[in-house]
């Protein structure tokens, strides 16, 4: 029997993640959902089931998602990451380290986008 997929996402616009939130639970994804890296970290510390692929926002107050995830990956080596953004590329670029293309999506984007990423991401 299939699991649902489990979901931490993180972001700190709760708006965005109202949003993401219903919309993949009502798709039948598991969610978790923090405010910002170091919410995330103690939801992954202490959720005792599997956490399949992490959504983080890139720039968040207190710990920004590159450095949050660097930090989880020691807890959950085996979650996928996908990055989400509002800013202009060319601001993460300078201001942070950019993940590769292939692990980002750039915000405003359209749910089934954000799916397909996902399914993409978990080799489903």
């Known amino acids: 029997m299939n699991r649902a997929t489990t979901v931490l996402l993180v972001d700190d616009d709760e708006k965005v993640r109202k949003w993401i939130h219903e919309e993949l639970e009502r798709r039948g994804y598991n969610l978790l959902e923090a405010c910002d ?4 970290l103690l939801i992954a510390e202490l959720h005792r089931g599997p956490v399949d692929i992490v959504l983080t926002d890139i720039v968040m107050p207190k710990l920004n998602g590159p450095e949050f995830v660097k930090v989880l990956l020691g807890l959950r080596p085996d979650a996928k990451v996908l990055y989400i953004s509002g800013y202009p ?3 993460l670029r300078n201001n942070t380290s950019l993940p590769s293309r292939d692990n980002y999506l750039q915000k405003p984007f359209e749910i089934s986008t954000l799916i397909a990423r996902i399914t993409d991401l978990l080799g489903s």
């Open 89 to 91: 590329e060319s601001f």
């Open 37 to 40: 890296g170091e919410d995330a």
